[in-house]
T-cell receptor, first 113, second 110 residues
Framework: EAGVAQSPRYKIIEKRQSVAFWCNPI?????LYWYQQILGQGPKLLIQ????????DSQLPKDRFSAERLKGVDSTLKIQPAKLEDSAVYLC???????????FGEGSRLTVL | TQLLEQSPQFLSIQEGENLTVYCNSS?????LQWYRQEPGEGPVLLVT?????EVKKLKRLTFQFGDARKDSSLHITAAQPGDTGLYLC??????????FGAGTRLTVKP
């Protein structure tokens, strides 16, 4: 079974530029999560989708971050404009409906200069 | 917002030693999970506990969920270098909204 796929693995941008991350969850998993993990910290939930609807986006900085999950499968997380403090690993995870068990991708490491 | 506190933050031990790490919260969770994360990779689920007082064993790892479902511990017997990594606990309500602690970074020296 294929795991959660994320791209790009690494991205370096200047502050005020924009960036987008892509995630393809495990086939059949209804729930998709985006987490931000800053160096030395645990993952922080940014947004949770169930199918293509948003379940929780309370910790998403909506002035600069946006996410969508078209057709309830792939998802894209965008940051525009980026700030220095956005430097982190962005982890995508998926889980079967009502399971709560998360399967993570390898993450996308963002460096903002 | 559920806050999960993990201790210790860092732990460095010799191969063969035993250790326990903790995950505490003031909130009650419907389930609590433990993950291990290695550098450059995403966290990998080790176990899910759902019942207060529950104990689960996974080879040399023993996980316990507190009676009140607010805390958990992970005990490793005879640690090996392959156990090195970041151990994260995560709790949620109704299997949703899983929130993570900051983790315990374990180093096992040969």
């Amino acid at each position: 079974e294929a795991g959660v796929a994320q791209s790009p693995r690494y991205k370096i941008i200047e502050k005020r530029q924009s960036v987008a991350f892509w995630c393809n969850p495990i086939s059949g998993h209804a729930t998709l999560y985006w987490y931000q993990q800053i160096l030395g910290q645990g993952p922080k939930l940014l947004i949770q989708f169930q199918n293509n609807g948003v379940v929780d986006d309370s910790q998403l900085p909506k002035d600069r971050f946006s996410a969508e999950r078209l057709k309830g499968v792939d998802s894209t997380l965008k940051i525009q404009p980026a700030k220095l403090e956005d430097s982190a690993v962005y982890l995508c995870a998926s889980s079967p409906l009502r399971s709560g068990e998360l399967f993570f991708g390898e993450g996308s490491r963002l460096t903002v200069l | 917002t559920q806050l999960l506190e993990q201790s210790p933050q860092f732990l460095s031990i010799q191969e063969g030693e035993n250790l326990t790490v903790y995950c505490n919260s003031s909130s009650v969770f419907s389930s609590l999970q433990w993950y291990r994360q290695e550098p450059g990779e995403g966290p990998v689920l080790l176990v899910t506990v759902v019942t207060g007082g529950e104990v689960k064993k996974l080879k040399r790892l023993t996980f316990q969920f507190g009676d009140a479902r607010k805390d958990s511990s992970l005990h490793i017997t005879a640690a090996q270098p392959g156990d090195t990594g970041l151990y994260l606990c995560a709790g949620g309500a109704n299997n949703n909204d899983m929130r993570f602690g900051a983790g315990t970074r374990l180093t096992v020296k040969p």
